[in-house]
């Protein structure tokens, strides 16, 4: 049991959502802890909080009650990001963002920000095979310290492979286009002009939570975007008469190591 009283109030809220085995307690776990188990357990697992720079960001994980359709709309309530994740061999895991969660975030922020995301991407990207170390890079290293561009990531995406006899490559049920030209919709959708807001070929990724590919790229973009987000909060804080003593105490470095609630 947490202690409550050590819990740092989270600025801002960050919510994962999708269909069920599409990988998104596995893509919190890889990002968290910087590890993929074949099994983990959603359950106990709701609520991650990470510290980015001076603030604390609640990166929220669904406990598994996607499989029982039973997520409501307070699910969403006030967060400043949704991560949909879909799986890039099942296409009907991306029909059911837009059948069945996209109404969920009804009830988030009006400047929420919106990334699509396609998971197991090393099942059928030879480019995703590959874990971080074999590109040379520490696994904890940051977005900034690489040489390598953090954008685009993904979409458009590589042709389609066919599977291999030895289990190599598995079909590709989803291309790139189809996860951007959802991502239009799911714009049209919040009555945003597709001019005005962040383009598809920066929020749509292509991620595996198995080798770690892109996992870094997608959260701290994310987090990045949300900062406006969170300066506003605080401002409409600053604005009320209630004074909050969190805001003021000194935190530590920009990567410093994430609690779990
Ligand atoms: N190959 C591969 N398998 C994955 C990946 N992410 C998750 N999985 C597997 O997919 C299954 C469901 O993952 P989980 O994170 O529990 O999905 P959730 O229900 O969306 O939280 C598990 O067996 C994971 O090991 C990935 O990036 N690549
Ligand atoms: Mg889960």
């Known amino acids: 049991m947490p202690d409550l009283s050590k819990m740092k109030k989270p600025d801002v809220k960050v919510v994962l959502l999708g269909d069920m085995n599409v990988g998104k307690t596995s893509l919190l776990h890889r990002y968290m802890e910087r590890k993929f188990k074949d099994t983990i357990s959603t359950v106990g697992g709701a609520f991650f909080l990470k510290q980015w720079g001076p603030y604390n960001i ?47 975030t009804d009830t ?50 590589p042709p389609a492979s066919p599977t291999s006899p030895s289990g190599a490559l598995l079909h590709k049920q989803v291309a790139g286009e189809d996860a951007a030209a959802l991502y239009g919709r799911i714009l049209r959708y919040k009555g945003l002009d597709e001019k005005g807001s962040l383009p598809a070929e920066k929020m749509c990724f292509e991620t595996s939570a198995k080798t770690g590919y892109n996992v870094d790229a997608l959260f701290e973009t994310l987090f990045d975007l949300v900062l406006p987000s969170i300066l506003r909060k605080r401002h409409e804080n600053q604005e009320s008469p209630t004074v909050d003593l969190e805001d003021f105490r000194g935190v530590g470095t920009k990567r410093a190591r994430s609690t779990c609630c």
């Open 58 to 104: 609640s990166i929220w994980d669904t406990a598994g009650r996607e499989q029982f359709h039973g997520l409501g709309s307070m699910y969403c309530r006030g967060a400043a990001a949704v991560i949909l994740t879909y799986d890039v061999t099942n296409w009907q895991s991306l029909a059911e963002l837009e059948e069945r969660f996209l109404s969920l």
């Open 108 to 157: 988030a922020n009006h400047d929420c920000i919106y990334a699509l995301v396609g998971n197991k991407a090393d099942l059928t990207d030879p480019r995703a095979q590959l874990p971080p170390e074999a590109a040379g890079l520490p696994e904890d290293q940051t977005e900034e310290e690489r040489t390598e561009p953090r954008v685009p990531s993904a979409c458009p995406t």
